[in-house]
């Protein structure tokens, strides 16, 4: 009966250890992480104010002492323990066990010969000898489970500082600025390898006729291949485009929070122009407001999206309140379009929501907002609904003809620049088809999209004649043949741009990456799909991208980078991720899209609430 208890009570101390080890082991791994990025401090860029700051990375708990070691020193002597309470020795191994207690125990010693800023290592070897056994008795799904859940309790932490911060920025504690710093050390100091990520998401497409992919492609299919995952029921999908669209709005509304921005202050570095050539137009009847718009100096090559101010103002909204809070109206339009334009590419609802999230919480919204691209991104929001119709367009439909034609020729007359790289876009598809259907023994081209690019092109020429102001093909030509925005010596600067990109350019903005992680898997998993019609125009509009990008100067691979597919990239590739994730514990899924919302979020918030 003794030896009943005694097992009982063993197999329950087990079942503690299959919970507790994970956690520990994940744990211990955050813990030696953030340790050797205190020992080393490395260099990390933050956004404050609108100022950009390099502050070396300083969690101070190396110069705590012994007190500064007891959290690792902690965790390290538990996972050493865990093992005798459990009688789980033979399984660990002599030697292992033998290793790590004598490194833990010579802390102590350590630590009174006063080496302090080493004495964390030995607990830190400890400790990860500890998790290599543990890792490879099958507990890798729980560890990777809390890894994210630490990783996503860090950023809801983060998160709640800035929601707090908004609702009183003078409420800033001390506890504030070590959540600040620790979010800092995962996620912010790795602006020396984001060039490197930045660049192969750009290039990936350069896989295609290369023979590495070839080899590649049959194990990258095996890893990537999956039944797609889906949202459950016709309410979730409804709930989670709910949230995203509410999200688009209120986000943009945060900068200019009163507790923020009492006097309404613009935020957006471009509105200064704007409100210039509303100001030239607020007091004019409609025809001459026409004239305006298509004839003015400096501004007729964005008409449509001039009048769309002109009409809001005319409605009876302030002119401070239409300028201020242009994105409140573009934000939402644009998170429609991805998610319609994702939906009608993929038929799947959980792409669609995922690619529309990420619009929202990426770089359009960070970067819309510091700059003030608004005319460039409600292009944008045009752009993709372009693409996805474009790729349906292989026989007579009469509505998906008329709805692109309208779309890009409104996107010519809001950003000529935007229309003229859909327009390459398009073209490359077209002339790309067509061959393949000569080698495949066919002649001939979809001459509905040729129809398209032909009255674009028209109107295109029209408009250059009939106006003082450039057409798309000439804005393009002319940044081409100026030398001013893209030459071959610009290519010497690409070391100072990425690594402005990376660190202090539009605040930091374009510095994400975890987004960026996700666009690199979401361009491999495209690239294996490739011969699908809707996919090949993705990798043809990042090809396009790609070439004129190293040739450009800063402020148009700014442009260049919003105009990338990131949020279709991005939920590729957490939907690739997933798929790989599920296949080890049911539960991983659903913790990587809780990280990614927290974390975006997060990112967004930061960056919003900074612009004042």
């Keep these: 009966m003794q030896y009943s208890a005694g097992s009982g009570m063993s197999r329950r101390l087990r079942r503690i250890r299959k919970e507790v080890v994970p956690m520990l082991s994940a744990l211990d791994l955050v813990l030696t992480y953030l340790y050797v990025l205190d020992f080393f401090k490395p260099t990390y860029w933050s956004f404050v104010h609108r100022v950009t700051l390099d502050r070396a990375f300083n969690l101070g708990i190396l110069n705590q002492g012994f007190y500064g070691v007891l959290p690792i020193f902690t965790v390290a002597a538990a996972l050493n323990i865990l093992p005798y309470l459990t009688r789980d020795l033979k399984n660990h191994g002599g030697d292992g066990l033998t290793i790590a207690h004598t490194l833990l125990l010579m802390t102590i010693p350590l630590y009174l010969i006063r080496v302090d800023e080493l004495a964390w290592l030995l607990p830190a070897l400890s400790g990860s000898i500890m998790v290599s056994k543990s890792l490879k008795k099958g507990g890798i799904p729980g560890f990777v489970r809390d890894i994210f859940l630490i990783l996503t309790i860090l950023e809801g932490l983060t998160l709640s500082c800035w929601v707090a911060y908004l609702w009183d920025p003078q409420a800033s504690t001390e506890t504030f600025r ?315 600067d690409q070391g100072l741009n990425l690594r402005l990109l990376s660190t202090s350019y539009m605040g930091g903005s374009f510095y994400n990456p975890l987004h960026m992680i996700f666009g690199f898997i979401g361009a491999l998993s495209i690239l294996l799909k490739h011969k699908e019609r809707e996919l090949e125009l993705i990798s043809i509009w990042i090809a396009v991208i790609s070439m004129v990008f190293p040739f450009s100067t800063l402020g148009l691979q700014a442009h260049l980078l919003l105009a990338t597919p990131f949020p279709l990239l991005i939920a590729e590739g957490l939907r690739k991720c997933s798929g790989l994730l599920r296949k080890i514990d049911a539960e991983l899924p659903t913790r990587l899209l809780l990280l990614f919302l927290s974390s975006s979020l997060s990112y967004t918030f930061r960056i919003l609430c900074n612009l004042i």
């Excluded at 290369?210 to 979730?236: P, Y």
């Excluded at 007579?396 to 229309?419: C, E, N």
Aim: hydrophobic share 50%; net charge neutral; proline share 4%.
């Design 178 to 492: 070590w959540i600040f710093k620790v979010e800092a050390g995962i996620f912010q100091v790795h602006t020396l390898i984001y060039p490197i990520l930045l660049l192969a998401t750009l290039y990936s497409w350069l896989l295609l006729p290369s023979g590495v992919f070839s080899g590649l492609k049959s194990k990258l299919q095996n890893r990537f291949e999956h039944e797609d995952i889906e949202l459950a029921g016709k309410t979730w999908m409804r709930l989670s485009l709910g949230f995203t669209l509410t999200l688009s709005i209120l986000l943009p509304l945060i900068p200019y929070c009163p507790s923020l921005n009492p006097n309404f202050k613009p935020v957006s570095t471009d509105i200064r122009y704007y409100r210039k050539w509303l100001e030239n137009m607020i007091d004019l009847n409609l025809l001459d407001a026409l004239e305006y718009a298509f004839y003015g100096q400096d501004n007729g090559n964005r008409p449509l999206y001039l009048l769309l101010l002109y009409g809001l103002t005319s409605l009876g909204i302030p002119e401070d309140l239409v300028l201020n809070l242009e994105a409140l109206l573009i934000s939402p339009i644009f998170t429609l379009s991805v998610y319609f334009s994702a939906k009608r590419l993929s038929r799947n609802h959980l792409y669609a929501v995922l690619a529309s999230l990420a619009g929202v919480l990426g770089f359009n919204m960070t970067v819309g907002m510091v700059a003030g691209f608004f005319a460039a991104w409600t292009a944008m929001a045009l752009f993709y609904p372009c693409i996805a119709l474009a790729a349906d367009l292989d026989h007579w439909k009469p509505t998906v003809l008329t709805t692109l034609m309208v779309l890009s020729l409104a996107t010519l007359l809001i950003h000529p620049w935007t229309w003229s790289l859909l327009m390459v876009v398009l073209t490359l598809h077209l002339i790309i088809s067509g061959l393949r259907n000569i080698l495949n023994g066919k002649f001939g081209v979809n001459k509905w999209l040729l129809i398209v690019l032909a009255v674009n092109i028209a109107a295109d020429f029209l408009k250059t004649m009939a106006t003082p102001q450039r057409g798309g093909l000439e804005t393009a030509m002319a940044t081409l043949e100026a030398g001013r925005f893209i030459t071959f010596e610009h290519l010497f």
